[in-house]
């Protein structure tokens, strides 16, 4: 009878051996996320374009996760989008610039002249580092495992 302490490696090797799943499929979901990211910005480009106003507005506030506009639609309303403007990389308060917006949804706005294809440079350098730490983590992991 083979004793069952030989058919199991030991705790230290399990453990490294879940912390790398853990971090593959932290992986993968980064990954999804970064994917759908630049799906989405697309699809509200496409919103945008089909149904077009455009405004000159006025930048109130930047902040790390949201820059907010304030801008007046031709009959009148006055409109700040919740979630901030799409593509705002550069924008000051108080600056003026021209945007476009949805005009069934003007919640939905983006700077004039920017498009999706600016989400790509960001998204793609981040998911590089993230696969670069993760595999070097991995990879040490797998290095003492060995040593062990």
Known sequence: MVDDAV???????????????VLLVVG??????????????????????????????EVV??????????????????IIPALGVLYPEGLEPGQRVKVEYDVTNPE??????????LSFLPVSTFLLAVWVVIGLVVTLLRRFRRQV
């Open 7 to 21: 058919l199991k490696p030991p705790a230290g090797v399990r453990v490294r051996r879940v912390v790398s799943r």
């Open 108 to 117: 939905l706005t983006r700077v004039a002249g920017r498009t999706a294809s």
């Open 28 to 57: 993968g979901v980064v990954t999804l996320v970064c994917v759908l990211l630049p799906i989405a910005c697309w699809r509200g480009d496409v919103a945008i374009e089909s149904r077009m106003g455009s405004a000159a507005a």
């Open 61 to 78: 506030s930047v902040s790390f996760n949201r820059t907010v506009v304030r801008y007046v639609t031709p009959d009148g309303r006055v």
